[in-house]
């Protein structure tokens, strides 16, 4: 009867080989191992890796664990059921996979027949254990989670430029510009909304329910207007009259503590404004409209001042005055008439000549009101062109 279970066991080992794959992410491994241990006296179980020195893994005997032989790579990562001796059930479960854990691992059962002690190599179980994120990919991980780290830091740094930065371009000469800004913060909360531009000039301010033009620069006076539109009440939007040169532009909304709420940034970029024109032609126009019933006692001027300063025409209480204006200029230039009330302040110089290429400046100016415009002037010589053929033909 005992030779009977003895032939068993080795027709059982045979059978027994199998593999295993886990992820070493994975929380446990359980290698598979059966037994009728209670054929034998006093059994006891070995899990083994015979390519390890010392070779033992887990050891259990009927009086429970013994580990003073466990290899150290195992310390307290192996386990098998309480009750394993007696259910036959002798499956290893091992936790805090590595990827050295991969390897073949032998389940043997030692005890004693018929008063012989028996060694019984039960099962080898391939173990292989995979990596979930390969290394290339961690590391990739790496880099990213490291780049977004760096941008996040980045952002918060510059938050003042990347938060809100729209950029407007606008021509020279168009009648306004709208510099955005919307809010969606909760519109009863807003005490203030100010617009300021790179100056430090107060361009427009909104308080309590209403615009403050006393507060504003003079270089903005009757040039702005807040967007209000019932539809869009988060809209706070700026319409700027006739712009004439690039700013930066802010919008900041307080709330009743003056506390800032939100604030915006918008680059406006005029493009500059130039004008060609050949010598010889009858007149040539230097453009500057801005808005009209500017303030009767308004003084507007316009001067030369590259590569040389020079007065251009001058209108002061409400006449031309040419006493006042260079040599150079002297019956050659004309203002439109209502000037103030149309806010037409441009100038016609007459039969342009190249030595008035230059940069030409008008300023109108009063007590409450300032605005300036530039014009780029080029007066091509008549022979310029054959001029410049000659020349690369000598
Ligand atoms: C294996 O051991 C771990 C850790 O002790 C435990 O959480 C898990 O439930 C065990 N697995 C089995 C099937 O007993």
């Known amino acids: 009867m005992k030779m009977f279970v003895v032939f068993v066991i080795l027709v059982h080992v045979s059978q027994h080989a199998s593999a295993v794959e886990v992820y070493d992410c994975d929380p446990f491994v359980l290698l598979p191992c059966d037994f009728p241990a209670d054929e034998l006296a006093n059994p006891s179980v070995v899990w083994s890796r015979y390519n390890l020195n010392p070779s033992t893994v887990h050891q259990r005997q009927q009086e429970g664990d013994e580990l003073k032989d466990q ?48 060694e019984l190599r039960v099962t080898d179980v391939q173990l292989q254990v995979k990596e979930r994120f390969p290394s290339w990919a961690k590391a990739l991980l790496v880099l990213l989670v490291l780049g977004l780290l760096v941008s996040g830091a980045l952002l918060v740094y510059f938050r003042q430029y990347f938060m809100s930065v729209f950029q407007v371009e606008v021509d020279s000469g168009v009648e306004s510009v709208q510099l955005p800004c919307k809010t969606t913060v909760h519109l009863p909360k807003v005490a203030k909304v100010e617009w300021g531009d790179g100056d430090n000039k107060k361009v427009h301010v909104y308080q309590n329910g209403s615009d403050q033009p006393e507060v504003q620069d003079r270089d903005y006076r009757g040039r702005t207007e807040m967007k209000r539109n019932l539809l869009e009440p988060g809209d706070l939007s700026l319409i700027l009259k006739y712009p004439t040169d690039s700013n930066t532009y802010t919008c900041t909304v307080y709330n009743r503590e003056e506390h800032i709420l939100m604030e915006k940034l918008v680059v406006l970029n005029v493009k500059d404004c130039q004008v060609e024109v050949k010598e010889g032609e009858e007149s040539v126009q230097l453009p500057f409209r801005t808005t009209p019933d500017l303030p009767e006692d308004a003084k507007v001027m316009w001067v030369c001042y590259k590569p040389s300063y020079r007065t251009v025409h001058l209108y002061e209480n409400r006449s031309d005055r040419p006493d006042k204006q260079h040599q150079d200029y002297k019956d050659r230039t004309e203002m439109k008439k209502d000037l103030l009330k149309t806010g037409d302040l441009s100038l016609t110089l007459k039969h342009p000549k190249e030595t008035d290429t230059g940069t030409y400046r008008c300023r109108v100016f009063s007590k409450d009101v300032r605005r300036e415009k530039i014009v780029e002037l080029k007066v091509k010589g008549q022979y310029e062109a054959e001029v410049g053929v000659s020349h690369i033909r000598a």
């Open 71 to 118: 290899n150290q790579l195992y310390s307290g990562r192996t386990s098998m059921k309480t009750d394993a001796l007696e259910t036959g059930d002798l499956s290893l479960n091992l936790t805090k996979l590595h990827l050295s854990d991969s390897g073949s691992y032998t389940c043997t059962i030692r005890g004693f027949i018929m008063g012989r002690q028996r």
